[in-house]
């Protein structure tokens, strides 16, 4: 029996949003009749509907009420009726930053029987994890404009990089892979060849930290170099930690290659409060309400959120019920689904959620 009754805040947010996490919410029911986990959804409607509605993003008190969960189950913030801007910075960013969520997990992993666009490489390439700092850098909101509108207008955007981000974030990037205990590696993933302020500092912590480290390995690659390698050599990578902006962009990168939107999944992680999971594809509009989105990702989201809070409140349970649903994912990519691309599953949205669902509540050999 488990510990205790999780309290989760569940956010289903925009355009595909609900569809993939009605199916999330239904699987993690699954594995709660299996390992008699008790699960209390609270839903918060935020997002682009409410907003055009009253204006509002956050509602007074919102993040408070975010604080008294165990972990957020988020589907997707962006609405096409709303500028863009809006929606992701003072929802999803708002809420990264201040529940102080500094860590922003992505793993990156093919799954047997899943397709990859990487010419002759399998599961046993690609199987790595990106630690993208997640508060700072060019996503702190430092800059502004001089002279808005006119011909002499600059626009500057700053990157923010502080001791304390980059150190707490680089040091869990070190615990995470000891954790792990895969290939032992940590590679820093950054621009110390152009940007040689930010990057500086990131490298001088980085071999600081190393230090403390002695059973990993430490590597460095460009983020440029990085894209390269991704393609080329993604068995070279156990875990990358790199700042906010070239965590974003190289994610992308790292979903494609691992299968695409269909399947991959984060973690914005505060290690000492309240975490927050998420599909990583954002709201889909063109697919709202067609029953054709794959849920996966999100099915994904909602199994790594029950890893982490099984690690984070020694509860056995939720560990196995997460592994319980990944083999159930593996099923399901293996033995049935033709593509994990929308509308190309050769199943809808709500049958992938009730095949992962009976499998993870089954159990499968695999
Ligand atoms: C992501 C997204 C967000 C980001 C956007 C929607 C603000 O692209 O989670 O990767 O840039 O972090
Ligand atoms: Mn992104």
Redesign the pocket.
């Known amino acids: 029996m488990s510990q205790r009754t999780y309290q989760i805040a569940v956010m289903p947010g925009d355009g595909t949003g609900p569809e993939v996490i009605r199916e999330g919410v239904k699987v993690l029911e699954a594995v709660a009749r299996r390992f008699n986990l008790k699960f209390n959804w609270n839903y918060f409607d935020w997002g682009g509907d409410r907003y055009l509605k009253t204006g509002e993003t956050i509602p007074a008190g919102g993040i408070e009420e975010l604080k008294k969960h165990d972990a957020i189950y988020l589907g997707a ?2 609405h096409p009726d709303v500028k863009p ?1 809006i929606l ?2 003072e929802i ?2 708002r809420t ?1 930053f201040e529940l102080d969520q500094y860590v ?1 997990l ?1 793993p990156v992993k093919l799954y047997p029987g899943v397709w990859t666009p990487i010419k002759d490489k399998g599961p046993e390439d690609i199987d790595f994890v990106v630690v ?1 700092e ?1 508060t700072e850098g060019l ?1 702190a909101g430092g800059g502004g404009f001089l002279r808005k509108g006119t011909p002499y207008e600059v626009a500057v955007q700053e990157s923010i990089n502080t001791r304390m981000g980059v150190e707490r974030c680089i040091r869990f990037a070190f615990e995470y892979c000891r954790k792990r205990n895969k290939k032992k590696k940590v590679t820093l993933v950054g621009k110390t060849n152009v940007l040689t302020f930010a990057w500086d500092l990131w490298w001088r912590v980085f071999q600081e930290v190393g230090e403390e480290y002695p059973d990993i390995e430490k590597d460095y690659a460009h983020v440029d170099a990085t894209c390269m390698w991704f393609v080329k050599n993604p068995e070279w990578f156990d875990v990358i930690v790199t700042d ?2 070239f ?2 962009i190289i ?2 990168l790292g979903a494609m290659i691992q299968g695409g939107m269909g399947i991959a999944a ?1 973690g ?1 992680i505060n290690p000492q409060g309240v975490s927050m999971f ?1 599909p ?1 594809g ?1 709201s889909a509009p063109k697919y709202t309400g067609k029953n054709v989105i794959n849920p996966l990702a999100a099915i994904c989201a909602g199994m790594m959120m029950l890893e982490w809070l099984g690690e984070k409140f020694k509860d056995q349970a939720l560990v196995d019920a997460s592994s319980a649903i990944e083999k159930a994912v593996i099923k399901v990519c293996r033995d049935h689904l033709k593509s994990l691309s929308a509308g190309k599953m050769g199943y809808t949205t709500q049958e992938v959620g009730d095949l992962v669902a009976k499998y993870s509540e089954e159990g499968v050999d695999l």
């Open positions: 913030i962006g801007g992701e910075k999803l960013l990264r922003n992505r993208r997640n996503y906010n902006m965590g974003d994610t992308d984060g914005n998420e990583i954002g």
